[in-house]
């Protein structure tokens, strides 16, 4: 991403608690990063060598999509990233605090204020409607939601008309809706994407993916996702290729053919 497109987007961005969008270029610039990182399951004859020593930075205000094959690491690496899980070696930073010296109390606090998830199985309750869904983290942190910024996000992500519903009573593409929304509303620093749209038909998968490029290029914040879709794929900044526990590649705004075109000469 050339500094001219992160300065566009920045200045477009919506200020965020009491950021102004110059601030946010100039200061955020890194909103996380993997230093050698590495993760090893299981022992003796059982190892898995997942990652192999990743670093890899993202700056703030930028949509970065994670590919490669099947066990190349993917989801190891996002959950490393989003403190789901911890790495055996090498360090994991979000903005400036560095995950490895949390306990598991300020891990929790730090996941639930300033990262935001979407999974491919949406992850919604399903005895509480629609709003409740996406108020319940904020409800559970006990902090206030900020009304404007929450009619913001409904309205855009079309979900005005459905919020006394039920996930049962809403398609796939309204829950991830819901579930885009529930990772918008708390205004976190960063938002992870495991597979997003890996559930979901073209169309829905579209939406999903227009709503997380708007987070970046309306609302400032930092997508990250996993993904095997290259048209997914072509919506971010860039896309980072893993193989083998490694990066091999990365492509700057590419379009889903040039994704698709690589990933084959990944597989050969
Ligand atoms: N809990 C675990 N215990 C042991 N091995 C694991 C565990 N989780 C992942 N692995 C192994 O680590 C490697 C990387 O897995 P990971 O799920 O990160 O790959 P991925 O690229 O996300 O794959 P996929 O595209 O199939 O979801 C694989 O060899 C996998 O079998």
Redesign the pocket.
């Known amino acids: 991403m050339t500094p001219t497109r992160f300065e566009e987007k920045a200045s477009m961005s919506v200020p965020q608690d009491g950021r102004t969008p110059g601030a946010h270029a100039a200061t955020a610039q890194i909103a996380a990063r993997a230093t050698d990182v590495t993760k090893v399951?299981?022992s003796g004859d059982t190892t898995?060598e997942?990652l192999k020593g990743v670093s890899l930075s993202f700056a703030a205000g930028e949509f970065t999509a994670i590919m490669?094959?099947?066990?190349?690491?993917?989801?190891?690496?996002m959950h490393c990233l989003a403190g789901l899980d911890d790495a055996t070696g090498g360090t994991v930073t979000i903005g400036d605090t560095d995950l490895t010296t949390l306990n598991d109390k300020d891990m929790t606090r730090l996941r639930r204020d300033r990262i935001g998830f979407v999974f491919q199985s949406y992850n919604l309750v399903p005895t509480l409607t629609a709003r409740e869904n996406i108020t319940l983290p904020l409800d559970i942190a006990g902090r206030e939601l900020d009304q404007e910024w929450f009619d913001t996000v409904i309205g855009r992500l079309g979900l005005t008309q459905r919020l006394g519903h039920r996930p049962s009573e809403l398609s796939g593409g309204q829950q991830q809706r819901v579930a885009c929304a529930r990772a918008l509303v708390g205004k976190p620093q960063i938002i992870f994407g495991d597979e997003p749209t890996g559930n979901l038909d073209s169309r829905s998968s579209g939406e999903v993916m227009s709503i997380l490029r708007a987070a970046v290029d309306e609302f400032g914040q930092t997508v990250v996702i996993?993904t095997?879709d290259p048209r997914a794929a072509s919506w971010a900044d860039r896309v980072v290729f893993?193989a083998d526990?490694r990066i091999v590649q990365e492509l700057q705004s590419p379009s889903a053919d040039d994704v698709y075109a690589y990933m084959k000469n990944l597989d050969s």
């Open positions: 399951y299981g898995v997942a490669g094959p099947s066990g190349s690491g993917k989801s190891t690496l996993v095997h893993l526990g």
